[in-house]
T-cell receptor
Framework: DSGVTQTPKHLITATGQRVTLRCSPRSGDLSVYWYQQSLDQGLQFLIQ???????AKGNILERFSAQQFPDLHSELNLSSLELGDSALYFCASSVAVEAATEQFFGPGTRLTVL | DQQVKQNSPSLSVQEGRISILNCDYT??????FLWYKKYPAEGPTFLIS?????DKNEDGRFTVFLNKSAKHLSLHIVPSQPGDSAVYFCAASGGSQGNLIFGKGTKLSVKP
């Protein structure tokens, strides 16, 4: 158990809909990262927050947004969903602001868009 | 364009033998490399890392080798155990890439 929790574990929805994925980092970790893993792909970095502030952006679509709240939990919002958004979405956390450090991953949320 | 490549999607090894997982990268500015292991239905877990100032790092049965001139790193597992069966991801960061760039993973199967 990494100490990072993600809810829900599974999400099935339709095209055009909007969903929110939630992540609670390990106790004491200030950085939260979101990754997308599509079929046969590696983990694609989406976005990082550090202590409530956006720190870095990767290949995140404009239809996607995220935020980190004062209690350090984070939410990833996906809107106008398309079939291609079906993927595993992982949240990770770390103590430091630098991403080049050990990141602890949650179990992921499997999103299926029908 | 993939900056971190794991060219072998899968690898099968007999229990007790050595497993060697390979990873190539294209960005010469990368200066920190990590290996993660992932079991089905779980998130990746950190295994071992290496900084570019070193060419080897060892932790128990796991050793990572870095060849900067060839832009290549490898993970050696000796001896391999059935519990090592998982997908292994190589990741790198450095330069303008402040965040981790992951390869697509190699699925290791260790047969009893």
């Amino acid at each position: 158990d990494s100490g990072v929790t993600q809810t829900p574990k599974h999400l099935i929805t339709a095209t055009g809909q909007r969903v929110t994925l939630r992540c609670s980092p390990r106790s004491g970790d200030l950085s939260v990262y979101w990754y997308q893993q599509s079929l046969d792909q590696g983990l694609q970095f989406l976005i990082q927050y550090y202590n409530g502030e956006e720190r870095a952006k990767g290949n995140i679509l404009e239809r996607f947004s995220a935020q980190q709240f004062p209690d350090l939990h984070s939410e990833l919002n996906l809107s106008s969903l398309e079939l291609g958004d079906s993927a595993l979405y992982f949240c990770a956390s770390s103590v430091a602001v630098e991403a080049a450090t050990e990141q602890f991953f949650g179990p992921g949320t499997r999103l299926t868009v029908l | 364009d993939q900056q971190v490549k794991q060219n072998s999607p899968s690898l099968s090894v007999q229990e007790g033998r050595i497993s060697i997982l390979n990873c190539d990268y294209t960005n010469s500015m990368f200066d920190y490399f990590l290996w993660y292991k992932k079991y089905p239905a779980e998130g990746p877990t950190f295994l071992i890392s290496i900084s570019s100032i070193k060419d080897k790092n060892e932790d128990g049965r796991f050793t990572v080798f870095l060849n900067k001139s060839a832009k290549h790193l490898s993970l050696h597992i000796v001896p391999s155990q059935p519990g090592d069966s998982a997908v292994y991801f190589c990741a790198a960061s450095g330069g303008s890439q402040g965040n981790l760039i992951f390869g697509k993973g190699t699925k290791l199967s260790v047969k009893p």
